[in-house]
């Protein structure tokens, strides 16, 4: 938004301002009206090469990381987060984007929509820090996970989390780079998952196993019901006050 300053030409800036000095003084801001304070030199400036909102490629990972603790300081303007096709720097090398989202998911209360398609997220590690975020998270609606590299195993412990969810409404998690395709265990998972959560109404992946296909379309269909149910009566309770 337009709260945040930037300069006008980022390939000027980014030739005179460390990246790493840079990361460093994010991560020091200690409230969201710190972090605005600071001139973003990674903004993109207008041009047919890169359209604005694309960071100069020297700068991406500061950019992530600028994002992430936006999460991180819960930031009400930060709603819908998106990281599509952006590659998230490895754990090994950078803890202060993919664990540092993941953590900053569990006690965020502002962020509805997480787009991580194509991001090269991998392993159970990871898997494991995003299940517990879902596990505590009472505000995220849809989170895309399209196009990484998740085995099926590690999509199971993401999927054994949203028995204790209550808010996802949508997760996407088909086309994952990976050696095998999500067999009949991770689909037990969800569907043993989806006897518990009560709020999620669509999945985007194949359900190749016939009986587990059919669990998850029975929970996802009474999901649906359950929320036009909700939205029925807070309209009567909205009109009787009138």
Do not use: Y
Request: hydrophobic share 40%.
């Amino acid at each position: 938004g337009g709260r945040w300053c930037s300069p006008q030409d980022d390939d000027a800036r980014a030739s005179r301002t460390s990246p790493t000095n840079f990361a460093e003084r994010i991560c020091a801001a200690r409230s969201v009206e710190e972090l605005e304070r600071l001139p973003l030199p990674f903004v993109a400036s207008v041009s047919r090469q890169r359209p604005v909102g694309v960071p100069h490629p020297a700068w991406q990972t500061t950019w992530q990381i600028w994002l992430v603790h936006r999460v991180f300081l819960d930031d009400p303007g930060l709603v819908d987060l998106d990281f599509s096709t952006h590659p998230l720097p490895s754990p090994l090398g950078e803890q202060r984007v993919v664990p540092k989202l993941f953590k900053s998911l569990r006690s965020n209360t502002h962020l509805e929509t997480l787009h991580l398609a194509d991001c090269k997220l991998f392993g159970s590690e990871q898997a494991s820090l995003l299940a517990a975020a879902l596990r505590e998270n009472t505000v995220l609606r849809v989170l895309n996970l399209n196009s990484n590299m998740f085995e099926p195993s590690d999509l199971q412990i993401v999927f054994d989390a949203l028995a204790h969810n209550s808010a996802l409404e949508e997760i996407r998690c088909s086309n994952q780079f990976c050696s095998s395709k999500v067999g009949r265990e991770a689909l037990q998972s969800l569907g043993h998952a989806l006897k518990q959560n009560k709020s999620l109404r669509k999945i985007g992946m194949d359900l190749i196993d016939a009986h587990w296909r059919n669990q998850v379309d029975r929970a996802i269909t009474r999901n649906i019901e359950i929320a036009r149910k909700a939205r029925c009566q807070a309209r009567s309770r909205r009109e009787s006050l009138l």
